[in-house]
């Protein structure tokens, strides 16, 4: 009988780790055992309670998998107790870029097994929020993905270009290898193209401002977040068993307030979680009238020297702004005629899908867009398609404009035309986004004398100009601002998305300028309870 007790009890304490100290010591051993099957129902109940009350006291609780301490690789595990059985659920499962380590950390693990996951939640279509989405579902992950419409039709744009790219340089490099003139790692493919589709097929698209009913339990809206077409900040309304309602806001990237072609992030009136980027959260961008003077100075001197000017830009948004204020400069006659090339089907894709969304765009880039239609003879802009007429471009020794994705030189068609370009004195290259550590926009921007593409040195004699002004980004004082929509302070607020300095920075002004106790920078893969 009292064998048969403790069998059964141990049992219940391998699988109600709640009950453990209760059975820590010899008089409840001794007192189970004697005093029959009703005192064992009794404390069977008041286990049972005992575990109950436990779970209740279970706070929800954040994993950062990446965009801790970093710009890419934004991926939040949230776990939480909802009608006794712990659920979990992500938000955005973004790709980790620049080198070796990016590579890494894309082939690690999740912590729980991703047929575990119930839903992502993606708060826009950059690579470094989406990118690794087709690696997820191949792992198991069966579940719907919420994303605005726009960014939905982004994605069928964006992952099977990725999947493209990792092949195309896997293949290059392959050859390479063959004719003994690769050095360095061998690139690595993170998933097909058929993983892509499968990975489409799961995504729900959503409206802004439309609140849906994940489950009973979870109810989320998109609000506009003005970073990218389809950018949107995360609210999700959450009530955990035994706890109040809870509001989770997930910033997403916060565009800059007045930027071209979106309109300004939406405010948030009340949280209690607050997750905000800070990529820029430790400087301030320089006007828009500042940037295009420069704009326009670098471009003058190029045209008059007969060089080319090579913009590496993301293929969504930031070509489009690009394309937008050169137009806007035209327009203004403070640039002549100018010969344009989009060399990039991503960003040709994109600039149509930004046409489609014409109502979504803030109102001075609609009425230039207009006004360009309205003279389409004031640029010569073509977009290049396929890869022959893309070569054809090497020939052009001066008085391009050639804009080409990726935007950190990374990958793409913008490394042959760095490859062609970089030995000209005579070429500028414009960098306009952030360049992350270990890229090679990064090292171009660290003005290194040579750089090594295509597994062989190429000099740098062109000249590397920073327009900074551009970001997609709010600087410091936007995501300030941001931050001060909510009227009461958040119960914690945690700071992702930024470099280490820019996140200590930007922590330390939301503590000081607007008198917020808890605020966190996590660290990747640690827990917090919130
Ligand atoms: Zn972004």
Redesign the pocket.
Known sequence: MNSLYKDFLVITLIHKPGVRILFDTRETCSLVANSGIVGFCLLGLALEFELIQREYAKKMKIQFLGAAGEVTGSRHLVELLLNGKTRHFMVDYGMFQGGREATNKNLGVMPIPPKELDFVVLT?A?I??SGLLPRLCAQGFKGPIYCTTATYELLKILLPDSAHLQFADLERAERKIKQGKWRGEIPVVLYSREEVEMTLAQIEPLEYGQVINLNPKIQLEFRNAG??LG?AIAVLDIQEDGKQKKRCVFS??IGMKGKVLMPDPDFISAADVVVVESTYGDRLHRSLSETESELVDVISTTMSAHGNVIIPAFAVGRTQEMLFLLMDLVRKSKLPHLSIWVDSPMATAATHLTQHFFSQLDVQSQATFSWFKNNPDSLDLRFIADVEESKSLNKIKGGAIIISASGMCDAGRIVHHLFNNLPRKQTAIIITGFQAYGSLGRRLVDKVQKVRLFGEDVPVKASVHTIGGLS?HADQAGLLEWLRGFTLPPKITFVVHGEPESASVFAQCIREDLGWKNVIIPERLQIYEC
């Open positions: 826009h950059h470094d929020h970073h990218i950018s997403g990237d997609a």
